[in-house]
């Protein structure tokens, strides 16, 4: 074999392997929004708390789809707040005012990730969530949306 193609396949080799320490426990949330004058949004959020040997972080990657919209802007109010949590207690929270984005865009998705906590003491991590949201025009105001955490990592 040339030292060129040792060197690639070495390259590849390092690039490619992941971590051992590296570590991700999640769950899927599930929602579709009755909007009463335009198409129904769906909303999945994925709620991940990822770690290292160093450190954990929780992310909720948010993904919608509101089929044909036609320009319309279902949500006054759409805000995603996401908490790393050690058995139970708050480590961290981030929040995302993300209402403009699924307002503007028949599809997508972003991501909301907590500062980053060394993990000490080790065990009990989780992620967890909660969405505050006000449908345009519907009359009832803002509602709440409790997500599902996801399972306990070291």
Same mark, same amino acid.
């Given at each position: 074999?040339?030292?060129?193609?040792? =060197? *690639?396949?070495?390259?590849? /080799?390092?690039?490619?392997?992941?971590?051992?320490? %590296?570590? $991700?426990?999640?769950?899927?949330? !599930?929602?579709?929004?009755?909007?009463?004058? =335009? *198409?129904?949004?769906?909303? /999945?959020?994925?709620?991940?708390?990822?770690?290292? %040997?160093? $450190?954990?972080?929780?992310?909720? !990657?948010?993904?919608?789809?509101?089929?044909? =919209?036609?320009?319309?802007?279902?949500?006054?109010?759409f805000d995603v707040f996401v908490r790393l949590e050690r058995n139970d207690v708050?480590?961290?929270?981030r929040h995302g005012d993300i209402d403009f984005k699924i307002n503007g865009s028949?599809?997508?998705?972003?991501?909301?990730?907590?500062?980053?906590?060394?993990?000490?003491?080790?065990?009990?991590?989780?992620?967890?969530?909660?969405?505050?949201?006000?449908?345009?025009?519907?009359?009832?105001?803002?509602?709440?949306?409790?997500?599902?955490?996801?399972?306990?990592?070291?």
């Amino acid at each position: 074999m040339s030292a060129f193609l040792m =060197a *690639s396949s070495a390259l590849f /080799t390092v690039v490619a392997a992941p971590t051992a320490e %590296a570590a $991700s426990q999640c769950q899927k949330n !599930t929602r579709r929004f009755d909007i009463p004058w =335009a *198409s129904d949004v769906s909303v /999945t959020i994925q709620l991940c708390v990822n770690g290292t %040997a160093s $450190s954990r972080r929780a992310v909720a !990657t948010v993904t919608w789809d509101r089929g044909d =919209a036609n320009g319309a802007s279902p949500f006054e109010k759409f805000d995603v707040f996401v908490r790393l949590e050690r058995n139970d207690v708050s480590k961290s929270t981030r929040h995302g005012d993300i209402d403009f984005k699924i307002n503007g865009s028949d599809w997508g998705a972003t991501a909301i990730a907590s500062e980053a906590v060394v993990p000490q003491p080790r065990g009990g991590w989780t992620a967890d969530g909660v969405v505050y949201y006000n449908i345009n025009n519907d009359g009832e105001g803002q509602k709440t949306w409790s997500l599902t955490g996801s399972p306990k990592m070291n």
